[in-house]
Every structure is written in structure tokens, then in C-alpha cells.
């Protein structure tokens, strides 16, 4: 059996992606440096923090879109996962007893392959969305020292006043 990507977008996300795209709008582009956040903020100059706040929101609003689409993607593969069980359960000899009737769904091929699509999608969507998390958390202390420094700027030039 071929391993297929973990993740795919589907129909789902191409039409989603699609009618926002009629509606003028267009999912953010993957930036092209991937940032790193240093030990120590404050020792960033004023233009190098800027810049990379700018590039943690690029690539928050990036992953923040893949992590969209792997929502998509995973409640897709859940509903082709119940139509192979429905398929299965179409198959099941009527006089089969619950639990051999559930065996037969279980080990219905179509069905493995379906769950284990379902579980690739939700494993991707979480790693996205934890990542999506974690450039939010940076972005949002670059803004706080941003913000510091700003203040810190104001209450000097109030001072020499």
C-alpha cells in the first residue's frame, strides 16, 4: 500500500478556496523565511523587531489558513469514512449477530482505509493548529514589547516636555 501525503487538500477546500477567491478574497502565501524567536526580545533593535513581527504574522496568517483547510479536510474524510461504513453495513448478512455484523463494518477494507485518512487528516489538522497557536503566542509578545517600547517613548517625551 502507497502512503499517501498526510495531507491533501479536497474537493471541499479547492471549492471553499475557489468562492472566497470569486469573493475577492485569497489565503495568505507561505512566507518565505520561517522566523525564529530570540532568547532575549529586548535586545532587538527597533527596525529587526518590527520586521520580525511582520514575519510572525505572515506566517501566523498562513498557518492560521492551513490549519482551515485541515478542518476541511478532516470533516471530509469523516464523512467518506461513514459512507464506507454505510457501504459495509449494506454488506452485512441478515441474520449476522451485532458484534459479527460490527466485526464485519471493522474489517471491511474500504472502511481501514477510510479511518486511517480520517486519523492522518485529524493528526495534521492538530500539528497546524498548534503551530498556527504558537505563532500566534510569538506575535503576540513582539507586539507586547512593541507596545513597551512605544510607551516607553511616550513617557520620555512627556518627561523632556
Given at each position: 500500500?502507497?502512503?499517501?501525503?498526510?495531507?491533501?487538500?479536497?474537493?471541499?477546500?479547492?471549492?471553499?478556496?475557489?468562492?472566497?477567491?470569486?469573493?475577492?478574497?485569497?489565503?495568505?502565501?507561505?512566507?518565505?523565511?520561517?522566523?525564529?524567536?530570540?532568547?532575549?526580545?529586548?535586545?532587538?533593535?527597533d527596525d529587526?523587531?518590527?520586521?520580525?513581527?511582520?514575519?510572525?504574522?505572515?506566517?501566523?496568517?498562513?498557518?492560521?489558513?492551513?490549519a482551515a483547510?485541515?478542518?476541511?479536510?478532516?470533516?471530509?474524510?469523516?464523512?467518506?469514512?461513514?459512507?464506507?461504513?454505510?457501504?459495509?453495513?449494506?454488506?452485512?448478512?441478515?441474520?449476522?449477530?451485532?458484534?459479527?455484523?460490527?466485526?464485519?463494518?471493522?474489517?471491511?477494507?474500504?472502511?481501514?482505509?477510510?479511518?486511517?485518512?480520517?486519523?492522518?487528516?485529524?493528526?495534521?489538522?492538530?500539528?497546524?493548529?498548534?503551530?498556527a497557536e504558537?505563532?500566534?503566542?510569538?506575535?503576540?509578545?513582539?507586539?507586547?514589547?512593541?507596545?513597551?517600547?512605544?510607551?516607553?517613548?511616550?513617557?520620555?517625551?512627556?518627561?523632556?516636555?
Open positions: 500500500m502507497s502512503e499517501e501525503p498526510i495531507y491533501v487538500v479536497t474537493k471541499m477546500g479547492e471549492t471553499v478556496q475557489q468562492e472566497l477567491e470569486d469573493q475577492g478574497f485569497r489565503l495568505p502565501d507561505r512566507p518565505s523565511v520561517e522566523p525564529f524567536l530570540p532568547e532575549d526580545v529586548t535586545s532587538l533593535p529587526d523587531l518590527m520586521d520580525l513581527f511582520t514575519t510572525f504574522v505572515g506566517w501566523n496568517d498562513y498557518a492560521a489558513a492551513q483547510l485541515a478542518l476541511i479536510t478532516e470533516s471530509e474524510m469523516a464523512r467518506e469514512l461513514d459512507q464506507a461504513e454505510a457501504r459495509a453495513w449494506r454488506t452485512v448478512e441478515g441474520k449476522a449477530s451485532v458484534s459479527a455484523s460490527k466485526a464485519h463494518v471493522n474489517g471491511d477494507r474500504d472502511v481501514i482505509l477510510a479511518r486511517a485518512k480520517v486519523e492522518k487528516a485529524r493528526a495534521y489538522k492538530r500539528l497546524v493548529t498548534e503551530i504558537r505563532y500566534e503566542r510569538d506575535s503576540n509578545l513582539l507586539s507586547r514589547e512593541l507596545t513597551r517600547r512605544t510607551s516607553q517613548e511616550i513617557r520620555k517625551k512627556r518627561k523632556w516636555n
